[in-house]
C-alpha cells in the first residue's frame, strides 16, 4: 500500500515570497491533516479536512496561509507571504475516517527555511 | 493545561534496559490515544495505540492508559540502539476530534 506522498522534499525562500506544498493522502483515506513541526516542538495542527469539507482550522494563521482539498482527494498548502517564523517541516497526515480510534498516518514532510 | 503533555526531558538509557515515558492529557481530550516514534529529520512513525483502560503490549513496546489520573504512558523493553529517537504521545480532542500532540521526549539508548 502507497503511503502519504508529500512534494516538495525541501525548500528555501526568501521572506516575503510564496510557497506552495502538496499531499496525496492514502487512497481511500477520507481525512488529511496538515502539521506544521518548529523543530524541538510536537507537531502543531493547522487545518483538518474531512474529505473536502474543513473540520478544523482554528491554528491557521489565515492571514497567510491557505489550504484546499477540492475533489476530496489531494491537498494544497499555500503560505503568502512568508515570514522567517514560518520555517518548519509541514508534515501531512490522513486516516481512513475521522473518529475517536482512527490512526493517521504521515508523509516524509516538506522542510521550508525562510531566509 | 495543554491538552496532551510530556514533560520530561532526554531520557539516556543502557542498552537492555527499559525506557518509560509518560504523558498527561486534559478534559478536552479524549480516551483514545496514540505513541509515535519519530527518527531525527524524519516523519511520525506511529507504533502503539491504546483505547482502552489497562495495559497493551506489542512485542518490546507497552502502552498503558489510565483514565481516572488521566495519563499514558510507553514502556520500552531490553532497549535498543535503535530505539534511540522522539517518542510523541497524542490524543484526540472532543468535538472536532482533531488529533493533538505532545511536544515529544527523546529517548537515547547507550550502546
Known amino acids: 500500500e502507497a503511503g502519504v506522498a508529500q512534494s516538495p522534499r525541501y525548500k528555501i525562500i526568501e521572506k516575503r515570497q510564496s510557497v506552495a506544498f502538496w499531499c496525496n493522502p492514502i487512497?481511500?483515506?477520507?481525512?488529511l491533516y496538515w502539521y506544521q513541526q518548529i523543530l524541538g516542538q510536537g507537531p502543531k495542527l493547522l487545518i483538518q479536512?474531512?474529505?473536502?469539507?474543513?473540520?478544523?482550522d482554528s491554528q491557521l494563521p489565515k492571514d497567510r496561509f491557505s489550504a484546499e482539498r477540492l475533489k476530496g482527494v489531494d491537498s494544497t498548502l499555500k503560505i503568502q507571504p512568508a515570514k522567517l517564523e514560518d520555517s518548519a517541516v509541514y508534515l501531512c497526515?490522513?486516516?481512513?475516517?475521522?473518529?475517536?480510534?482512527?490512526?493517521?498516518?504521515f508523509g516524509q514532510g516538506t522542510r521550508l527555511t525562510v531566509v | 493545561q495543554k491538552e496532551v503533555e510530556q514533560n520530561s526531558g532526554p531520557l539516556s538509557v543502557p542498552e537492555g534496559a527499559i525506557a518509560s515515558l509518560n504523558c498527561t492529557y486534559s478534559?478536552?481530550?479524549?480516551?483514545?490515544f496514540f505513541w509515535y516514534r519519530q527518527y531525527s529529520g524524519k516523519s511520525p512513525e506511529l507504533i502503539m495505540s491504546?483505547?482502552?483502560?489497562g495495559d497493551k503490549e506489542d512485542g518490546r513496546f507497552t502502552a498503558q492508559l489510565n483514565k481516572a489520573s488521566q495519563y499514558v504512558s510507553l514502556l520500552i523493553r531490553d532497549s535498543q540502539p535503535s530505539d534511540s529517537a522522539t517518542y510523541l504521545c497524542?490524543?484526540?480532542?472532543?468535538?472536532?476530534?482533531?488529533?493533538?500532540f505532545g511536544k515529544g521526549n527523546q529517548v537515547v539508548v547507550i550502546p
Open positions: 478534559d478536552r481530550v479524549s480516551q483514545s
Open positions: 479536512f474531512q474529505n473536502n469539507g474543513v473540520v478544523d
Open positions: 497524542a490524543g484526540i480532542h472532543y468535538g472536532n476530534n482533531r488529533l493533538a
Open positions: 497526515a490522513s486516516s481512513l475516517v475521522q473518529g475517536m480510534n482512527t490512526e493517521a498516518f
Open positions: 487512497s481511500g483515506h477520507a481525512t
Open positions: 491504546i483505547y482502552s483502560n
